[in-house]
């Protein structure tokens, strides 16, 4: 374990000159901006994003200090071999599945926390300990935009997992988290919300109470945006869509096909959105012969117009 005492041994490690690092942490207003990303229920999510100068520090911030810290197994989402399949896999064909979602996570992560759990005094001096969070935080809440905050979410909630996942696995309960996202599944789920909010709470945060979905065998269980009744696999009603517009796009081109949906994109753009969605499908399903016979076409499309 490398330990940091200097300022000048981490600037170097990080690749980043230190008053570049100092400049940054002492003018962050003018290194965010906020994008609105609307929703599939219709509300707009807001994202505080850095600019390309405080993002390529955060990234050598997340690729040379954060990766290297210990995550707990039950976490799913931004780390190597995880993602939303996998997520979704360890709760296929159970009987019950419970869906808990943590309200306004990253807008509730303190300051103090981030700066204790993610930038201990064992491996960084108080001074670098200070500038490290300043870096990675912003107003009162981690930046949902910023490339260090999923890695920070994993390091902040491992020890949450630990409890949580020790208590689920004692019942025979499959327990997984994706990002804020909390997924249950097994024969008996009883005690489980009462254990999550109680840990939950010891730490600032709280459920979502709009946002918690109990599903038995006989409904439709859906864990990731993914149904996880017999098998891992699109919404039907997704996969409907996608094969529907690469149908329209091969028959009557891509041109004609963003004319007649209005969507503002090129045809570039098209392709890549299109090879995205169908990626998503085989990542599911990798056998399916009509997203295996539509990612070809989008690939020898996209070629062709290179």
Same mark, same amino acid.
């Given at each position: 374990?490398?330990?940091?005492?200097?300022?000048?041994?981490?600037?170097? #490690?990080?690749?980043?000159?230190?008053?570049?690092?100092?400049?940054?942490?002492?003018?962050?207003?003018?290194?965010?901006?906020?994008?609105?990303?609307?929703?599939?229920? /219709? %509300?707009?999510?807001?994202?505080?994003?850095?600019?390309?100068?405080?993002?390529?520090?955060?990234?050598?911030?997340?690729?040379?200090?954060?990766?290297?810290?210990?995550?707990?197994?039950?976490?799913?989402?931004?780390?190597?071999?995880?993602?939303?399949?996998?997520?979704?896999?360890?709760?296929?064909?159970?009987?019950?599945?419970?869906?808990?979602?943590?309200?306004?996570?990253? #807008?509730?992560?303190?300051?103090?926390?981030?700066?204790?759990?993610?930038?201990?005094?064992?491996?960084?001096?108080?001074?670098?300990?200070?500038?490290?969070?300043?870096?990675?935080?912003?107003?009162?809440?981690?930046?949902?935009?910023?490339?260090?905050?999923?890695?920070?979410?994993?390091?902040?909630?491992?020890?949450?997992?630990?409890?949580?996942?020790?208590?689920?696995?004692?019942?025979?309960?499959?327990?997984?988290?994706?990002?804020?996202?909390?997924?249950?599944?097994?024969?008996?789920?009883? %005690?489980?919300?009462?254990?999550?909010?109680?840990?939950?709470?010891?730490?600032?945060?709280?459920?979502?109470?709009?946002?918690?979905?109990?599903?038995?065998?006989?409904?439709?269980?859906?864990?990731? /945006?993914?149904?996880?009744?017999?098998?891992?696999?699109?919404?039907?009603?997704?996969?409907?869509?996608?094969?529907?517009?690469?149908?329209?796009?091969?028959?009557?081109?891509?041109?004609?096909?963003?004319?007649?949906? /209005?969507?503002?994109?090129?045809?570039?753009?098209?392709?890549?959105?299109?090879? /995205?969605?169908?990626?998503?499908?085989?990542?599911?399903?990798? #056998?399916?012969?009509?997203?295996?016979?539509?990612?070809?076409?989008?690939?020898?499309?996209?070629?062709?117009?290179?």
């Amino acid at each position: 374990m490398i330990v940091y005492r200097e300022a000048a041994s981490l600037a170097r #490690d990080l690749g980043v000159e230190l008053k570049t690092l100092y400049a940054l942490s002492n003018s962050l207003p003018a290194h965010y901006r906020t994008v609105e990303i609307p929703k599939a229920d /219709g %509300g707009v999510r807001r994202l505080t994003v850095p600019d390309e100068a405080l993002k390529r520090v955060q990234r050598a911030i997340l690729n040379n200090l954060l990766v290297h810290m210990p995550v707990s197994p039950y976490a799913t989402a931004y780390r190597y071999g995880g993602g939303a399949v996998c997520n979704a896999a360890r709760h296929v064909g159970r009987p019950q599945v419970l869906r808990l979602d943590i309200r306004h996570f990253f #807008d509730s992560v303190r300051y103090s926390a981030v700066k204790d759990a993610v930038f201990p005094p064992e491996i960084f001096s108080e001074p670098l300990r200070v500038l490290l969070t300043m870096l990675c935080y912003y107003r009162d809440a981690l930046p949902q935009g910023a490339p260090t905050s999923p890695a920070i979410v994993n390091i902040l909630l491992r020890d949450f997992d630990r409890r949580v996942g020790g208590w689920c696995r004692e019942r025979g309960i499959v327990y997984t988290r994706y990002c804020d996202d909390l997924t249950f599944s097994g024969e008996d789920l009883s %005690g489980v919300r009462a254990v999550t909010e109680a840990e939950l709470r010891d730490l600032g945060f709280f459920l979502n109470e709009r946002k918690t979905r109990l599903r038995s065998a006989g409904q439709r269980q859906t864990v990731t /945006g993914l149904v996880v009744n017999e098998k891992v696999r699109v919404p039907r009603e997704e996969r409907r869509a996608i094969r529907q517009a690469v149908y329209c796009c091969r028959r009557f081109g891509l041109e004609d096909h963003l004319a007649r949906t /209005g969507v503002g994109l090129t045809p570039e753009a098209c392709l890549n959105r299109l090879l /995205g969605r169908v990626g998503y499908v085989l990542q599911a399903d990798p #056998d399916c012969a009509w997203a295996l016979e539509a990612r070809r076409w989008l690939l020898e499309e996209r070629r062709r117009r290179i």
